[in-house]
RNA sequence: GCCCGGGUGGCGGAAUGGUUUACGCAGAGGACUUAAAAUCCUCGGCCCCUAACAGGGCUUGUGGGUUCGACUCCCACCCCGGGCACCA
């Protein structure tokens, strides 16, 4: 007999297989994408060639070689790609390598080598053990994305991105390692509890030679915080600090809300939909408006339009308006309420003398009044406070009358001028406006910048007599964004961030200037760091002189500055709500700012007999809860209800001629028993419950009032047998109270004020931070009181004018990196072009693409240049000063504007890498002849053809990052008309992590495991399986050395079972007809298994399906004198995804059909006839028989009052009186059912009987 | 703090509300061998009782609940791993 070389026999295949080809799937024969569903039991065979995209996440290589941890991966993926292929499909399963980036060059710098040299290795050396692994990867279709060809196209969608205006620059706070000297990823900071020892530190830097002297060392004692969460760098852990660079972004928020909603149509882990939505973070929520008041007023100067007066349309009202609010109005009438008159030079005279300007002058011009506002603005030397156009224009051209100002005005403005002199612009366009087309309000919004505002007026072109609108934004005024609008009347100050222009456009009426001014500096030049180390103790100034105005009960409120509201977020202001926000709180409590609470917890019952009855009126009652001392102990009485799981403290209602003390007194007396109790004070708390009053058969809104009570002794009275049905009395621990309370009657407010009082001096003071988010009933809120908190959330948007909106955490994708080992940037800057676009006429910005137009001088590298080409740098090593060592290469940065033909400059910086892998997976179908071409015919057939992936498997440490670039991308490249689909991915699953001993692997424990040492010690087919086997795939596994041992015998003794002579030669051709009980038990283990593995694979539960081989594989050896071929065969095939190349080597020499001429070898249709062997991956799926998975007769399990008594053998099927009978027969069920009649027999079919005794 | 995972023998792990510990590793005993390795067979949770057989009790992180019966469902809590974090 032959023994297992497995080492003869894996090399051989390997090489056989790609001299084959046998895993190149046939792009070319036509095929059309598969429709109808394939059921993976379906019945008889699968006509093959239908595709499957099985994608696996192409590993970066670094020289260290292949990890396990790449192998884990590629293995269950390959695994199902295997069984996919048996099942029919046209499998493509293609691998790569993302050598671009971070990882690869960092290694090349700590090895001294050059990353494209090393690339050169690492392709080599990686390529080689990805072929010792036995998967069935399509070698044809590798990439590399360090490949020009590849990166080509990395580079084409950006400048396709910059063209469509999803690409843009600007300053950005990045992360940047001052020992590196270099830019960080994100992913590359770790959120380190503490940092080690400053000392380690310093021991543990790279050994990267310094080239320049290292300025921006950082005293390391500045950032070692204990206790305090901090950013490090990933190499040598020194803290990360941020430092403001240009960057190039891609705006990914753009498609947030189609990144969200779309996670419904995929089939992914649910773990890594969850990070995904949790990482883009909506929230929905309002912008509300609130109105700014300054001590030194602003005076408004209102200027009508064309056959206008200041006692047409909105004027009087708005004039009315603005004085009530003591504000000094000026009116001027203008000469040209008669076309014939109307002159630009009139106007102005007029508008001089009547009418005086000074810095907090707020002009507001209708119509024709916009351009006198202009034009006066052009003369002034100094600036005005605030410009507000509407319904403006800026060309004569509007529909009425447009001739008889073509030469009575100047129509060349001095733009610059104006928005100098402007102070804030503002302008108010009606997109519908019957008068002066809306491109106008467009046209002054490009001229002047500012806000453009599009509001619905009373009539068209703002001629109503009220303008609400106008009177709006004619004042000052603070947006926030807000998720609870419903806690509005709770909001006692508003909140700046630092960085909010707001700050700088009331500079002027702020009275404490300079204080504001010096804080504001300081949280500039504070390090992200720091101000996380301050312990986030809350800072910030008031704004004094200034007030904003609740819009929901017209209180004036103070405006803060400070630093824990972020300018990035929301509108970087806040209404601040400490009764329900835990920040604002804290901040309230140190600068001891009002507290108003107005969510009040709520407890409604609806999934019982208790619940609210639709239909029937709500009653409101005052009620009590009672929280009642021990006379003598540190316990408080606490109540237990029997029928439902409620537990909480005395409650009670409160009856007519009682007050609340009564009330509650008598309901401790009546409920408890105890007589002493003293009344000591009222808690304020409330708590609202919603319920169903069978008795009065109405619906009850009660009011619990908290009320504190000690009791002076034990005096107890009897308590009635009804009350006693109804809940046990129980003393509670102070300390063990919290945990007592349910969640659901939510009495916790109102304890919380017994045990930790001072926190709720007052009844305007109280608060409950855990409360912040919960749902409640509305208090101190007008006319929204006892309306729930999100039915009012709305209604009270509504209430103050606000607008619903959502917003989102994520933020654009900022892909600069200003380091070597990646594709350049594909853009160049051009002084001369920067000048013609800024100074282009409008007509003329066709000319130019979006991204042009709003990055002046930027200009992408035509189609026809690309690639930009890395070149070879010998000083490859990221340098000081945030520039990419790009920017020392002369050759690589001089060069000639593609559009005019000037000296420009091209950039330096290179891409991030995930932008590399964002697109691969068309990589691999674009490749012909060692190009790639994604806009061709032949591409777009394909990916048609084989798109989107079916299957995609890699780590979950991309949840959020490679997986959400792609979609993101993915979705660009649809609305391009690039691809007909707009997910990458049709099914994701994230392996889990592969761990040894218990803990990660990690160089530094030195708890690594090579593959290549097992490979070459126990074989891959070994290894593979082992590795399947160490646990759900989904979840990882612990590697422990022994274990492959087991693995090991499993394979040796398929081999030997496959040998054995009486296998090869059965000695009498059993058929159908003598089939005895053993043939029988194989034949039903088979088929279950086949069903076993099946489904195991499907679901990726590898470690179960080789368990279930293993069983068949005992049970085979037991039998191995009567065992059919077929089944053999069979059990390779189900073996085969596992370990294919043992398989292959089975087969090839006994089991081949077409060799061995047996009757079932026609099974596909002249498929691969020619071949001189037949591999067993190409063959098709075993399929197992249902009705031969089920045995005959089962274990009945007998059990007396829920305990196992006995098992028995019994036919399948019995009845209740039958089990029942043979369960008597045992002499132990005898003993336990003690002559006993039993009260109840319950008999689960096939499985179990119970004998309830009592 | 919030959001995800997870907690079962000596170990990796298995288990549609129905015998907890499949399969494998490690271990013990036996066969083969001069011997060892390899291989094959047998036995494996803990505790009590027993010379042994038989038998009993306990056991899936903890405490409660639902149920004839809970690793599985519900409530509360503890611990471990991962992610996010002043997101308004």
């Excluded at 493509?92 to 050598?99: A, H, N, Q, T």
């Excluded at 992914?268 to 973070?281: D, L, P, T």
């Excluded at 604002?584 to 999934?607: H, Q, R, S």
């Excluded at 006693?724 to 009495?747: A, G, N, P, S, Y």
């Amino acid at each position: 007999m032959k023994k297992y070389n497995f080492r003869t026999i894996e090399s051989f295949w390997q090489k056989e297989w790609r001299t084959e080809q046998i895993h190149e799937p046939n792009f070319s024969r036509p095929q059309k994408p598969f429709r109808q569903a394939l059921q993976p039991r379906a019945q008889g065979r699968v006509a093959r060639g239908r595709p499957f995209y099985n994608l696996m996440m192409f590993p970066y290589p670094s020289a260290e070689g292949l990890h396990v941890g790449n192998m884990y991966a590629f293995t269950g993926s390959d695994i199902y790609g295997r069984f996919k292929r048996m099942q029919g499909y046209d499998v493509f399963e293609p691998i790569g390598l993302d050598g671009f980036g971070i990882h690869s060059e960092n290694y090349a710098l700590k090895t001294n080598q050059h990353p494209m040299k090393l690339a050169e290795k690492s392709e080599k050396n990686f390529y080689r053990q990805l072929r010792m692994l036995g998967n069935s990867f399509a070698w044809n279709e590798t990439l590399e994305t360090y490949d020009p060809e590849y990166y080509k196209w990395t580079q084409w969608i950006l400048t396709e991105m910059f063209k469509r205006g999803l690409m843009y620059r600007k300053k950005a706070a990045v992360n940047w390692c001052p020992s590196c000297k270099t830019v960080l990823a994100d992913e590359q900071v770790l959120q380190k509890s503490q940092v080690s020892s400053p000392k380690s530190q310093k021991n543990s830097k790279p050994q990267i030679p310094n080239s320049e002297q290292d300025k921006e060392n950082i005293p390391y004692s500045k950032f070692h915080i204990p206790n305090s969460k901090v950013g490090a760098c990933e190499r040598c852990e020194t803290p990360v600090v941020k430092k403001e660079l240009e960057q190039w972004f891609l705006k990914i928020t753009d498609y947030a809300e189609r990144l969200l909603s779309d996670l419904e149509k995929i089939d992914w882990s649910e773990k890594v939909k969850i990070a995904q939505r949790n990482w883009i973070g909506k929230s929905e929520g309002a912008e509300i408006d609130f109105e700014i008041r300054t001590k030194e007023k602003p005076n408004f100067v209102l200027l009508h339009g064309y056959t206008g007066s200041p006692k047409h349309n909105f004027f009087p009202w708005l004039k009315k308006e603005l004085e009530k609010r003591g504000y000094k109005v000026q009116s001027p009438t203008l000469p040209h309420s008669d076309a014939s008159r109307a002159n630009e030079n009139d106007d102005m005279d007029a508008f001089r003398k009547q009418v005086e300007l000074n810095r907090n002058t707020v002009l507001l011009g209708h119509s024709l009044g916009t351009i006198v506002a202009m034009k006066a603005l052009e003369k002034l030397d100094y600036p005005i406070r605030k410009l507000a156009l509407v319904g403006g224009f800026l060309e004569p051209r509007f529909r009425d009358h447009a001739r008889s100002f073509t030469k009575t005005f100047n129509w060349r403005f001095n733009f610059e001028k104006i928005r100098t002199n402007a102070g804030k612009i503002t302008i108010l366009h009606d997109p519908n406006d019957r008068a002066i087309p809306y491109d106008q309000g467009v046209k002054l919004h490009d001229a002047l910048g500012g806000e453009l505002i599009e509001p619905i007026p009373k009539k068209s072109h703002f001629c109503g007599k009220e303008e609400p609108e106008i009177l709006k934004y004619a004042l000052d005024r603070l947006t926030v964004f807000t998720t609870r609008p419903d806690t509005i009347f709770g909001a006692t100050y508003m909140v700046l961030a630092p960085e909010h222009p707001l700050v700088k456009n009331l500079e002027s009426g702020i009275l404490n200037l300079e204080r504001v001014k010096d804080y504001i500096r300081k949280t500039k030049n504070k390090s992200e760091e720091e101000r996380i180390a301050d312990g986030r103790e809350k800072t910030g100034v008031e704004l004094k002189g200034i007030k904003a105005i609740n819009p929901a009960n017209g209180e004036e409120i103070p405006v803060w500055v400070a630093d824990y509201v972020l300018n990035s977020v929301g509108t970087g202001a806040i209404m601040a709500v400490p009764a329900h926000d835990e920040r604002d709180f804290e901040f309230a409590k140190k600068y001891k700012l009002p507290i108003i609470e107005v969510v009040e917890p709520l407890f409604v019952k609806t999934d019982d007999i208790d619940g609210v009855r639709p239909g029937l009126p709500l009653k409101e009652r005052s009620a009590i809860v009672a929280v009642v001392k021990h006379w003598s102990e540190d316990k408080y009485l606490c109540l237990k209800w029997k029928k439902t799981d409620w537990r909480g403290f005395i409650i009670g209602g409160i009856e007519e001629d009682e007050d609340m003390a009564e009330a509650a007194a008598r309901e401790i007396r009546e409920e408890t028993g105890y007589a002493s109790a003293r009344f000591i004070r009222n808690l304020g708390g409330i708590v609202h419950a919603r319920f169903y009053h069978a008795v009065k058969n109405e619906n009850r809104w009660a009011r619990f009032h908290g009320l504190y009570f000690e009791l002076a002794d034990g005096t107890r009275e009897k308590i009635s047998d009804e009350e006693k049905q109804i809940h046990d009395v129980v003393w509670v621990d102070r300390k063990e109270v919290d945990h007592f309370l349910d969640w659901v009657t939510d009495m916790r407010l109102i304890w919380h004020r017994v045990s930790s009082p001072d926190d709720f001096p007052g009844r305007n003071d109280i608060h409950e931070s855990s409360r912040v988010n919960k749902q409640g009933v509305l208090a101190c809120s007008g006319e929204f009181n006892g309306m729930n908190s999100g039915e009012a959330k709305w209604k009270i948007t509504n209430f103050v004018g606000g607008k619903r909106g959502n917003r989102y955490r994520l933020r654009d994708w900022l892909i600069s990196r200003q380091r070597y080992w990646g594709p350049p940037i594909p853009l160049i800057f051009c002084e001369n072009c920067a000048n013609k676009i800024k100074e282009a006429p409008r007509q003329a910005r066709g000319k130019f693409t979006k991204g042009e137009f709003e990055n002046p001088g930027w200009i992408p590298v035509p189609e026809k240049d690309l690639p930009v080409k890395l070149p070879y740098v010998k000083g490859f090593r990221p340098r000081g000063k945030g520039q990419s060592p790009l920017a020392s290469v002369k050759s690589f940065y001089e060069v000639n504007c593609p559009r005019c033909g000037s000296r420009a400059r091209g950039e330096t910086d290179v891409s991030d890498t995930f932008l590399d892998s964002s697109w691969y997976y068309f990589g691999y179908l674009a490749k012909e002849n060692s190009k790639f071409e994604i806009l061709n015919s032949k591409f777009r057939g394909r990916a048609k053809q084989w798109l989107p992936v079916d299957m995609y498997i890699g780590g979950a440490e991309h949840s959020v990052l490679h997986l959400l670039y792609t979609r993101f991308i993915t979705k660009v490249f649809h609305d391009w008309k690039l691809i007909n689909f707009n997910e990458p991915f049709k099914r994701f699953r994230a392996h889990g992590l592969l761990i040894k001993d218990g803990a990660k692997m990690s160089k530094s424990k030195g708890n690594v495991v090579n593959p290549d040492f097992y490979i070459k010690e126990f074989g891959a087919d070994a290894l593979r399986m082992y590795l399947m086997f160490l646990g759900p795939f989904e979840q990882g596994g612990d590697f422990q050395d022994r274990g492959i041992l087991g693995i090991t015998r499993f394979l040796e003794r398929v081999w030997n079972l496959c040998q054995k002579s009486e296998i090869q030669n059965p000695k009498s051709k059993t058929n159908s007809n003598d089939k005895n009980q053993n043939d029988k038990n194989i034949e039903r283990a088979l088929h279950k298994t086949v069903k076993k593995v099946t489904e195991d694979i499907e679901n990726l539960h590898y470690n179960t399906a080789i368990s279930a081989l293993m069983i068949l594989l005992n049970e085979m050896e037991k039998n191995s004198s009567r065992l059919s071929l077929l089944a053999l065969r069979s059990f390779l095939k189900l073996l085969a995804p596992f370990a294919p190349h043992i398989t292959e080597e089975l087969w090839s020499r006994f089991f081949d059909p077409q060799k061995l001429k047996t009757p079932d070898s026609q099974s596909e249709s002249g498929h691969n006839s020619s071949k001189k062997y037949r591999s067993v991956h190409k063959e098709s799926w075993p399929i197992y028989d249902p009705a031969l998975t089920e045995e005959d007769t089962f274990k009945l399990v007998v059990q007396v009052n829920g305990r196992v008594r006995d098992t028995i053998t019994a036919r399948k099927g019995i009845s209740q009186k039958e089990a029942e009978a043979l369960a008597r027969t045992s002499e132990n069920v005898m003993r336990h059912l003690d002559k006993k009649a039993a009260k109840k027999i319950i008999l689960v079919k096939d499985r179990l009987i119970n004998f309830v005794l009592q």
